[in-house]
């Protein structure tokens, strides 16, 4: 951290304007306007040179590294809440820790409530003031920050099961593409069609899944990494809820929940003719003809086969 010293302007002219006191000795706004005018014209000429604008003539690399710098330079000050200051310093106004002073003018961070704290120090013209930084550590790939929640939602075993992780994926790619707009006939003709094909080699399959997922991202305008970023972090959040769903999965199945098993075709067909007559009869009504006996009478049935029709999952939820 180094210390700044005030500049002559910052101790005087600014001084001077925000005296309350001072400004309201002038009757009018001119008069004011012209003392401190006065003020700046009397100030030695190294101040008024101060004032000169200064400029850095810097490379594209230069602007690079000094972007990067400003960033580490307002992290090292404060934090996201801090309210800082980006000013230029002129030469011999900032110390270093063993009093050396800056020989020439250059950008300097602070806090804006804190000024004691010192400043950051930047040179424009040599941003790192000839710093080597160590290459940044990669980010951990996707891939490693998935088995973390895995051993915490499943444990171990459930999380390398082969065939679990068949069937978790198969499921979330038919979702995918259902929400995309495919069919579950158009589904069944690709199983058909993949299974009456040779078995292909694990690794160039995932090759094929990644670049078919991204064409499809960019055909439906989606970010597949800020999907896979914000799916990861929501599910953190239903480590409990995923693990009661677990235990409740039937065994030794794909499926992912219990399924009720549709009703006999005959059941279907004896409710249908049921549904048909009903009809009938409703229709000599609206007509005029006497069939409200039958109607009643074909409701009751309806009623008695209804409630031996098992419903289907989404119905019971």
Not at 23 to 30: E, K, P
Not at 69 to 78: D, I, N, Y
Not at 174 to 186: D, F, I, P, R, W
Not at 200 to 223: I, N, P
Request: proline fraction near 7%.
């Amino acid at each position: 951290m180094a210390t700044a010293e005030p500049s002559i302007i910052g101790a005087d002219i600014r001084a001077l304007i925000a005296n309350d006191g001072y400004a309201i000795t002038f009757q009018t706004m001119g008069q004011y306007r012209t003392a401190l005018l006065q003020a700046l014209d009397s100030l030695p000429s190294a101040a008024l040179a101060a004032a000169e604008p200064v400029a850095w003539c810097i490379s594209m690399e230069t602007a690079r590294a000094l972007a990067a710098e400003l960033v580490r330079g307002a992290e090292s000050m404060g934090d996201d809440e801090s309210e800082l200051i980006l000013e230029v310093r002129r030469p011999g106004t900032v110390s270093d820790d063993d009093g050396t002073t800056n020989e020439r003018s250059i950008l300097a961070v602070s806090l804006a409530e804190y000024p004691e704290e010192g400043v950051y120090p930047i040179d424009p013209a040599d941003p790192t003031g000839g710093r080597v930084d160590a290459a940044p550590a990669p980010a951990e790939p996707f891939q490693a920050r998935v088995q973390p929640w895995m051993l915490e939602c499943f444990g171990a075993e459930i999380a390398a099961d082969q065939q679990e992780r068949n069937h978790r994926f198969l499921e979330e790619a038919l979702e995918l593409v259902q929400s995309c707009g495919a069919t579950a006939s158009e589904a069944h003709q690709l199983v058909d069609y993949v299974y009456g094909r040779p078995v292909g080699e694990k690794h160039q399959e995932v090759g094929g899944v990644m670049v078919t997922l991204a064409a499809l991202c960019l055909a439906q305008g989606l970010d597949m990494h800020a999907a896979g970023e914000t799916e990861l972090a929501r599910i953190w959040t239903k480590v409990e809820q995923i693990r009661a769903k677990q235990a409740a999965k039937p065994k030794h199945s794909p499926l992912p929940q219990h399924v009720p098993a549709a009703p006999p075709a005959g059941q279907v067909d004896g409710v249908r003719k049921l549904l048909t007559a009903a009809s009938h009869a409703l229709r000599s009504y609206q007509y005029g003809n006497a069939a409200p006996d039958l109607a009643e009478s074909i409701a009751d049935r309806i009623d008695v086969a209804m409630s031996a029709t098992p419903t289907t999952a989404k119905e019971a939820a």
